[in-house]
């Protein structure tokens, strides 16, 4: 059993590349996209025309998750627009929690010099959903990408009279009130996956370092669970975004 336990809020720096720290968090994100990029190839170039048990597998996942989002947003056009982020965004949320659990993430150890000079061993992968600049960035992508979705879909003004309304005192407050609400999707899209997947990661350190043996088991199973859970939910509330943002806000109601 270890003697401590040792729970970092920031991911730890492994490399530097001229100014640039390289930290284990996006080391493991660099694996994570290529897992996925290696898959899509390897599937991609086993496509047939009559598809086997497991194309037919994959083609009925992707077909519904294209249903859903075709359904939801009410619109071929922006189904095909928005489907390939909403999927991106799933998997590679998911391919992420996932890693989590693989063997090897924070048991492969490197030494560094720390800031004091003294020698330091970092674990060379950790789970990238606990770095909060990788949620963050991940909701700029998301919002950015929601606002101009809004503008191409009802028009620059049209778009921006949600926030900014001068027809009356009323409409005015509504109007800061929905830019106050955009403005806090980024923590809320950041902050949600960064907490309950580092959330995560202590308690089964905790469970870990007092009963190793037989009560992680079932809470890594749960962990799983949740980062699905995480996954889903991160790609919903994207989905569910796009379509306040491309609908008119002077006909929804």
């Given amino acids: 059993m270890a003697s401590t336990i040792e729970v970092s809020l920031a991911p730890e720096p492994i490399a530097t590349i001229g100014t640039l720290p390289i930290t284990n968090t996006l ?51 922006w189904t095909r627009r928005a489907f390939p982020l909403i999927l991106a965004i799933f998997l590679f949320i998911l391919t992420s929690n996932l890693m989590e659990f693989t063997p090897g993430i924070g048991s492969i150890l490197v030494h560094t010099i720390g800031e004091a000079g003294h020698v330091e061993s970092v674990p060379l992968f950790r789970s990238v959903n606990t770095d909060l600049n990788v949620t963050l960035a991940l909701a700029v992508i998301v919002v950015i990408a929601i606002e101009i979705m809004g503008i191409f879909a009802v028009g620059f003004f049209r778009y921006g009279s ?54 992680p088991v079932p809470l890594m199973a749960f962990e799983v669970f949740v980062g699905f859970v995480q996954a889903a939910v991160f790609s919903l509330l994207t989905l569910f975004f796009i379509k306040l943002a491309i609908t008119d806000p002077h006909e929804a109601h």
């Fill in 27 to 77: 080391l493991t994100s660099w694996v994570s996209v290529l897992i996925l990029l290696t898959i899509a190839i390897v599937l991609g170039s086993r496509l047939r025309m009559v598809p086997g048990k497991f194309q037919s597998l994959i083609e009925t996942v992707v077909l519904f998750m294209h249903d859903f989002v075709s359904e939801t947003l009410e619109s071929e056009k």
């Fill in 162 to 215: 949600k926030f900014i309304n001068f027809s009356s005192p009323v409409n005015f407050i509504v109007g800061l009130i929905e830019l106050v609400s955009e403005l806090a999707r980024f923590i809320s899209f950041s902050f949600r996956l960064f907490g309950n997947i580092f959330a995560g990661e202590v308690l089964i350190a905790v469970v870990t370092y007092f009963a190793p043996y037989v009560i």
